[in-house]
T-cell receptor
Framework: AQSVTQLGSHVSVSEGALVLLRCNYSSSVPPYLFWYVQYPNQGLQLLLK??????LVKGINGFEAEFKKSETSFHLTKPSAHMSDAAEYFCAVIYTGTASKLTFGTGTRLQVTL | DTAVSQTPKYLVTQMGNDKSIKCEQNLGHDTMYWYKQDSKKFLKIMFS???????INETVPNRFSPKSPDKAHLNLHINSLELGDSAVYFCASSQMGGRHNEQFFGPGTRLTVL
């Protein structure tokens, strides 16, 4: 079955440290790839998306993600974490032929400490 | 200007009741979706409508019935509510085939069944 795997349900980093959130998809055909962020008691906000125009995608709030076909990965990074980055992050994919159905990973809660 | 709006934001009700959640989008999109987020934050698609036609119908109890009166609205009616229906329900919209199928989410409706 087509799925999305996010390694690490909880990641804790110090303020100013590198943020790395992992996402792997399960398809030989690259799907559409997205990262969404959810702040407490709020909806989902799109951080960035892979459009096949470039393997390194820049998003909002200083986040970026790199698409690696050989590793079927789309990991999210930010060079320097800020307290305001604390939230739940979801990787999501739309696989070919699924009528735009978003399949979400299980989410990674990012905690940022002083 | 709210792009995707949902009402109500909170809904508390007793087991066995029937309730509806409404969703409206002013983005001019032709496709709308309902997602369910459970207590563990897991997000899963329930339904999708394209131009008022049902195109995605995941394994959802038939107590859940979506209705799309026009392209800008997608409502969710739930009969005979059960404790397990407690969750946050998100509405989303997109333009099929456009902008790499980017979906815009509403703020969510938190349903609590007592």
């Amino acid at each position: 079955a087509q799925s999305v795997t996010q390694l690490g349900s909880h990641v804790s980093v110090s303020e100013g440290a590198l943020v790395l959130l992992r996402c792997n998809y399960s398809s030989s055909v690259p799907p559409y790839l997205f990262w969404y962020v959810q702040y407490p008691n709020q909806g989902l906000q799109l951080l960035l998306k892979y459009t096949s125009a470039a393997t390194l995608v820049k998003g909002i709030n200083g986040f970026e993600a790199e698409f690696k076909k050989s590793e079927t990965s789309f990991h999210l990074t930010k060079p320097s974490a800020h307290m305001s980055d604390a939230a739940e992050y979801f990787c999501a994919v739309i696989y070919t032929g699924t009528a735009s159905k978003l399949t979400f990973g299980t989410g990674t809660r990012l905690q940022v400490t002083l | 200007d709210t792009a995707v709006s949902q009402t109500p934001k909170y809904l508390v009700t007793q087991m066995g009741n029937d309730k509806s959640i409404k969703c409206e989008q002013n983005l001019g999109h032709d496709t709308m979706y309902w997602y369910k987020q459970d207590s563990k934050k897991f997000l899963k698609i329930m339904f999708s409508y394209n131009n008022k036609e049902l195109i995605i119908n995941e394994t959802v109890p038939n107590r859940f019935s979506p209705k799309s009166p026009d392209k800008a609205h997608l409502n969710l009616h739930i009969n005979s509510l059960e404790l397990g229906d407690s969750a946050v329900y998100f509405c989303a919209s997109s333009q099929m085939g456009g902008r790499h199928n980017e979906q815009f989410f509403g703020p969510g409706t938190r349903l609590t069944v007592l």
